[in-house]
């Protein structure tokens, strides 16, 4: 009897074992594995409030795509009613990226320059450049827009440096 006993409670104690490591894995597959940048308006500022996503992590360039995307696809139903927003637009695609030592290189179709005031314009620079610059394999980036390296952005010519590199871990408000 002592001997049944034993066999069930480690059968039992097997089995808890087995939904514990299952509900875990299920549990990290969801997890956000990178941070992005989403637009608060503050009603007389805007500043960058970080957020966490989960993307394709497989190799680096492709972590870097995912985040990208992520911006596009903009804040959660819960993100914005927090006031979250995204300053990317929609259409815009990703003509080229690439890893080179620890400089993303970006080519980014004109959609990423069109429209907005000085105020979006800065916040697009913003939200894009300290979301890829929180990936710990980037420390600067170089903006390319149709194939051509960019130093002053849009119409209202933003200067940028390129290639860029975050100076702080302060989040920008403007």
């Known amino acids: ?3 049944v006993v034993l066999r069930l409670s480690t059968v039992a104690l097997l089995l808890l074992l087995l939904v514990v490591a299952f509900l875990s894995v ?3 597959r969801r997890l956000p594995n990178v941070i992005i940048y989403l637009v608060k308006d503050n009603e007389t500022s805007f500043s960058l409030e970080p957020v966490g ?10 972590k870097l795509r995912g985040i990208v995307q992520a911006l596009q696809d903009g804040p959660s139903s819960s993100e914005k009613a927090k006031g979250l927003m995204t300053t990317l637009p929609g259409a815009m695609t990703v003509n080229r990226l690439e890893l080179v030592g620890s ?3 970006i080519d980014l179709s004109t959609e990423f ?4 005031g000085n105020a979006l314009m800065v916040g697009r620079l913003n939200q894009l450049f300290y979301s890829l610059t929180q990936a710990k394999e980037v420390s600067e980036i170089s903006l390319f827009i149709d194939g051509l390296r960019v130093t002053a952005f849009s119409q209202q010519g933003i200067m940028i440096a390129s290639p860029w590199s975050r100076q702080s871990e302060t989040l920008p408000v403007w």
């Open 53 to 62: 996503r989960k993307v394709n992590a497989g190799t680096p360039e492709e």
């Open 1 to 3: 009897m002592a001997r």
């Open 103 to 105: 400089e993303v290189r």
């Open 113 to 116: 320059e069109q429209g907005g």
């Open 26 to 28: 299920r549990t990290a």
